[in-house]
Structures are given as C-alpha cells and as structure tokens.
Nanobody, 122 residues
Framework: VQLQASGGGLVQAGGSLRLSCAATGLTLDNIAIGWFRQAPNKEREFVASISWNGVGTVYSDSVKGRFTISREIAATAVSLQMDNLQPEDTAVYYC????????????????WGQGTLVTVSS
C-alpha cells in the first residue's frame, strides 16, 4: 500500500494550494482518507477526513471553513483544497487511510503516506 501526497509548496499568506493523495495497492471502496500535519517542534495533528463515498467529512476547528477535502466515488485520489492559508498552516502534510472519518479524527490511522511540505510566508 502506498499513499503518495503531492502539491505542497511555498505560498504567501492568504493564498491557496491544492494537495493530492494518490493511493496504490489499496481498495478505496470501503476506506476513509484523511490528512494530518506536523509543524516544526509540534505534535502531529488531524486536519480533515472523508468517507469512502465522499459523503461524510470531518475537519479540525483550525481549518474549518478554509480547507475542503474531496474525492470521487471509487477514485484513487483525494484532494485537499486549502484557501486563505496562514503562516500557522506551515507544516508537513501527510495523507492517511483508515476505517472511517472519525477513526482518523481520533488518530486511529491504518496507513500513513509520505508527507508534502507546505510553507506559508507572512
């Protein structure tokens, strides 16, 4: 199983980025996908998750209203649209997979992917 995250980069405060997570070796029909992030000298934290059919989503309070997670049914890719980025959003973002959106929110991750760095300048 591989979860490949991409789309990170450098952006100014107020700007946008779109992250993508491509899954291989994994059947996405019955699994939730989520994003975590880890800022320098901070613990890893939950960002957002989406159910297998794209209907259910969960967001952390810190990104609610600014980030949007999406997927197509049976698609092998999940996107995270990040708008109005702020310097505190600077972190390595990790794509993950788990049993459900709330499992991921609790940190119960089945698969971890590699991260992609997002840097937001002030």
């Amino acid at each position: 199983v591989q979860l490949q995250a991409s789309g990170g980069g450098l952006v100014q405060a107020g700007g946008s980025l779109r992250l993508s997570c491509a899954a291989t070796g994994l059947t996405l029909d019955n699994i939730a996908i989520g994003w975590f992030r880890q800022a320098p000298n901070k613990e890893r934290e939950f960002v957002a998750s989406i159910s297998w059919n794209g209907v259910g989503t969960v967001y952390s309070d810190s990104v609610k209203g600014r980030f949007t997670i999406s997927r197509e049914i049976a698609a092998t890719a999940v996107s995270l649209q990040m708008d109005n980025l702020q310097p505190e959003d600077t972190a390595v973002y990790y794509c993950t997979a788990g049993k459900g959106t709330q499992f991921l929110q609790r940190g119960e991750v089945t698969y971890w992917g590699q991260g992609t760095l997002v840097t937001v300048s002030s």
